[in-house]
Nanobody, 126 residues
């Protein structure tokens, strides 16, 4: 069973950058489409980014487009989320997720992913 472990969160100021990492436990991860989500207190889990298995296709919501970049290194079985120009409203727990049923689907709903990490906290102060 694929296990995902996020890292790289922390406390930063508005305008700063962070890079999150998500390391998978098995090589099979390399065949899955992957995504990042976030959840702030009292809010629903929100889609942040998705990437196809080969990294050639990505998708972002308007809220992060142009500021966040998802990428992956299948040799290291790791995906990344580069976050630039961070805003206080980006504060949340960030989760990576794997869609083991698809290689190219860039899913935006949490229910479309079947493996999740434990999350990493990102706090952006104003």
């Amino acid at each position: 069973q694929v296990q995902l472990v996020e890292s790289g969160g922390g406390l930063v100021q508005a305008g700063d950058s962070l890079r999150l990492s998500c390391a998978a436990s098995e090589r099979t991860f390399s065949n899955y489409a992957m995504g990042w989500f976030r959840q702030a207190p009292g809010k629903e889990r929100e889609f942040v980014a998705a990437i196809s298995w080969n990294g050639e296709n990505t998708y972002y919501p308007d809220s992060v487009k142009g500021r966040f970049t998802i990428s992956r290194d299948n040799a290291k079985i790791t995906i990344y989320l580069q976050m630039n120009s961070l805003k206080p409203e980006d504060t949340a727990v960030y989760y990576c997720a794997a869609d083991s049923s698809h290689r190219f689907r860039l899913a935006i709903l949490p229910d479309e992913y079947n493996y999740w990490g434990q999350g990493t906290q990102v706090t952006v102060s104003s």
